[in-house]
């Protein structure tokens, strides 16, 4: 669960919250070994996750040399210092896949997709929005408990808004 205030160096910056919510930040960190943590940046807490050896798709043996550049976005849906009902995403850059963990969960959920890259995912209202690099937006409902395994894809962003652009 969440350790009290430890040292703990940080080899990777990749977890950004909104403006205005300073209070809220949380780092999200990789080692070379697949090891993978939150740490808050205030209070000093650390919340180890499952290894990356969990995630779908990750081979220890051909890509634990390149385990920081593997996340390629992280974002939690709520402060894991206020609730402990919050959702943790990744966006994948290896088998271009969104995953998600939940507490008390051993290792992270991969979310079926069609095989593209993300070019973003943001949460609103229960529900994580990803833009995938051909204009689709694929929604994951977490509204009532849900814990989706399969994506709803929703045609609409013409890809050549995607380029650059981040939710």
Known sequence: MVADKVKVSIPLL??????????KRWLFTTDKEGNINLFHLNSRTLIELPHMNTLK???CDNECDYCEYYV??????????TTNDYILMINQGVPHSLAYWKPGKNSFITV???????ADVT?????FYGVDVRGNVVILNFRGGLEPTIGRIVEGVP???ICCIHL
Request: net charge negative.
């Open 57 to 59: 798709g990750f081979d």
């Open 112 to 118: 079926e997709t069609r095989k593209t890259a993300y």
């Open 159 to 161: 890809s050549e808004f």
């Open 123 to 127: 949460w609103d209202n229960g529900q």
């Open 14 to 23: 990749m977890l950004a919250e909104k403006e205005g919510n300073e209070e």
């Open 72 to 81: 390629q976005k992280a974002l939690l849906s709520s402060d894991p210092h």
